[in-house]
């Protein structure tokens, strides 16, 4: 039996062996084709921040209120997710930003946000966090990560869902444009527990929530994303970034999915918490997911 | 990285880029190596990484995080190689035999032991075996190079120690045997 500390030395020794200097063919390949190979020229900044004006500032939080008075709260931990039961599908209004705007990632000063990267999320949409928040440069918008407040909402520009969870290749299944697509492609999945879609607004938009669960006769040991750790959900083409759902929930947030049709498009917001927050930090998850305004 | 250097490449200096890709070529390659444990998959992985570099550099927002972002392109291309690992490779499958142990095994690390746990691992798990061991790199850089949580990462590279510790064991006492 190898002691921790000896399969580390080991394997460390063993990763100096080995090719390190790449071929100069390959490094002349590479600059070859670099005069053929245009550029591409980045999208708006997958978070900015709206310098917006009082009277926005003012409206925005009218219209917060807005939402709130039509739809009322629903705390997370008897729903198992943020968002709010239909009481009306009309949209609610949302301000425009301010053309003025600087890329926003890392720690976030309290205030409002644009999400318009293309890649995130197919509707523009804003949100207003206060402190201790904070943008990863993958688009996930997270407070107390790793922590047992751990507080988190990922925007989602979903292309492909896997066939099976918990299958031995990507398997992708192709899916329509609709929220109604992929409400099905997801109650469709093998190796995965798709809840009852429950209608709720988001955003003042009509949504479905789902929450993905892995099913207690599922094997993990066999799952291919990572055994006995995560199930796959869905993930970009290039498999770069994906929705897994833990086997255990005790070191990582139970995500809820919220699959909103904002004017015939389709938008999908994930929201979760650890078990371990405590409400207040849960009631704050709220009031931020509330915040959200779609920009359609 | 030097960060001035990042900005000409932005600006679309082909000879930044040039002295950029001699700059990080071999550090890329020597990465791609560990994950792919191949030559031909880690140098296609790298010449697509640098490429990569060169089309989207425009969406690297601080020229100071290039490391990171190259690296994170770097095991992008590695995945896109590892599927073409799965589609080509024989399988494998390990069947119980009574071949006894030979007696030096017991004591014997054979790098070749090493290998075969290695490539049982995941490419997701491989990166942060690499990011973590052969570049030194935190766990919460691995984490944010790879764009993952930080818990996913200790569970990663607990789970892909766990196997090499695992797999080095039961190669020490040869109960199975691959077979093709």
Redesign the interface.
Known sequence: ??T?RE??R???S??????????DR??D???D???A??????WW?SWRFTDMNNLLKLAMGAAAVLVVALVGYNLLPRSGGVGAPVQTPSPSPSPSPSPSFE?A?GPLQPGTYIVDDPTLTTVPFTLTVPSGWTA???GVI?KA??QPAWLEIQPWNVTHTYADACGA??GFAEIGPTADDLVRALEDQEGSDASTPVEVTVGGYPAKRIVMSVPVEQDPSTC???????IQIWANA????WFAIPVDHA??PRLVVYVVEVDGERAVILAGHKDSASPSAIAELQTVFDSIAFQP | MDPELVRRVQHGDEEAFASLAVAVGDRLHAVAHRILRDTDLAEDATQQALLTIWRDIHQLRDPARFDAWSYRLLVRACYAEGRRIRRWSPNLRLLPTDVPAPNELDLVVDRDQLERAFRRLSINHRAVVVLHHYLDLSLEDVADTLGVPPGTVRSRLHHAMRGLRAALDADARPIAREVS
Do not use: C, H, K, Y
């Open positions: 039996m190898q921790d399969v580390t080991i394997v460390r063993w990763m100096e062996e080995g090719a390190t200097a790449l071929p390959v490094l390949a590479v600059l084709q670099v005069p190979t245009s550029q591409r020229r980045s900044p890329a990632t990863r440069d993958d997270v990560e790793d290749e990507p291919r994303f990572a055994p006995n750790e995560l290039e498999e770069t970034r070191s990582l």
